[in-house]
């Protein structure tokens, strides 16, 4: 088993910036894709980023240029960037993990975190 725990949420203004980290523990996950979703009160959970063992990068088209995964895999650990933040950013994030490539949809993830709150005020 993988568990996995999001920190760094919080309240931010338009145009502000945060920083999510995400700690990996239980089962080694050498070779896990892990990546961001974020799911919004009356949306579906949606893919935001995603990044592969050897560091490769996906991003959703709504957060290029904004937002930068990166991943430290000596201490289990992954983290979005989030910068000139949007009120239409607001969402509940969460981390997940799944063994092999980056996967788009929620569906192809094994392990998720319980989420961080993320809200953009305008």
């Known amino acids: 088993q993988v568990q996995l725990e999001e920190s760094g949420g919080g309240l931010v203004q338009a145009g502000g910036s945060l920083r999510l980290a995400c700690a990996a523990s239980g089962r080694t996950i050498s070779g896990y894709a892990r990546a961001w979703f974020r799911h919004a009160p009356g949306k579906e959970r949606e893919f935001v980023a995603g990044?592969?063992?050897?560091?490769?990068?996906y991003y959703a088209d709504s957060v290029k240029g904004r937002f930068t995964i990166s991943r430290d895999n000596a201490k289990n650990m992954v983290y979005l960037q989030m910068n000139s933040m949007r009120p239409e950013d607001t969402a509940v994030y969460y981390c997940?993990?799944?063994?092999?490539?980056?996967?788009?949809?929620?569906?192809?993830?094994?392990?998720w975190g319980l989420g961080t709150q993320v809200t953009v005020s305008s």
């Open positions: 997940a993990a799944r063994f092999g490539v980056v996967g788009g949809g929620p569906n192809e993830y094994d392990y």
């Open positions: 990044i592969g063992w050897t560091a490769a990068t």
